[in-house]
């Protein structure tokens, strides 16, 4: 996670130009899903990890939260968190997730967005959360799938014609780093099982409430039909827990 591709300009400016860095969080694709799955704000202390452009920072204060700390290692991030979703009751803190401390029992809810991923242990931080969780308190978080990191190119298989053959699944149960490319920038992300994932919670106490495999609705197929190659294999896992 230490590694900041984002305050990278070209990076950077290739991110600010994704749908969902233009459009919010209307403009994730699993948005409508992950939306579900988020108990009630109302008066919680919420603590978003790798908050990014500071969307679900904004939405949980609209949604009645007490206070939000957004926390995201990229400046660059931040300057436009703290621009276009900068709202009474958000703090927005640079820091590694890796370096990130709380007193016990300090959140309600703790939630993050396509972040762990870049995390070499999810078990370390899975214990901290656990710890800074109320009694009764929720961690609602997505990251890519495990069918989607392991192979570790991220990419299809491409026909002779340039057609989307198939997706590479190889070597799932080796876990660990993978070099591979984003916005055109060599990136390490971390790839874990689905047993890794579950079972982390499970050692900490976490109670399993939801597992999702996201697809794209019928309106989002309608709007970008090129989003039809997104149910031939899950890009994204969706888990909510509760302390």
């Known amino acids: 996670m230490k590694e900041n591709k984002y305050d990278t300009p070209s990076f ?19 948005w409508h899903t992950f939306q579900k799955m988020l108990p009630d704000f109302t008066s919680k202390d919420i603590l978003d990890l790798g908050c990014g452009f500071g969307w679900h920072c904004r939405y949980a204060i609209e949604q009645g939260a007490k206070s939000v700390t957004g926390i995201d290692l990229s400046e660059k991030m931040l300057e436009k968190a703290r621009e276009i979703n900068q709202l009474n009751g958000i703090a927005y803190v640079r820091k590694a997730l890796e370096d990130v401390d709380y007193p016990a029992e300090q959140f309600d809810l703790v939630l993050s967005s396509l972040t762990f991923h870049y995390i070499e242990s999810f078990e370390t931080i899975a214990a901290s959360i656990y710890k800074w969780l109320k009694p009764e308190g929720h961690f609602v978080f997505s990251v890519e799938h495990p069918v989607f990191t392991a192979e570790g190119s991220q990419d299809w298989a491409y026909g002779s014609q340039g057609e989307k053959q198939n997706w590479p699944v190889d070597n799932y149960f080796l876990e660990g780093k993978r070099n591979t490319t984003f916005l055109g920038e060599n990136v390490v992300k971390y790839h874990r099982t689905l047993t890794n994932y579950l079972s982390s919670l499970l050692k900490q106490g976490f109670k399993i409430k939801e597992v999702i495999e996201p697809q794209p609705t019928s309106e989002m197929l309608k709007e970008f039909p090129e989003m039809k190659v997104e149910l031939r294999r899950p890009m994204m896992l969706l888990i909510s827990v509760k302390k």
């Open 12 to 30: 950077f400016e290739e991110y600010e130009k994704m749908l969902r860095s233009q459009k919010g969080l209307e403009g994730a694709g699993e």
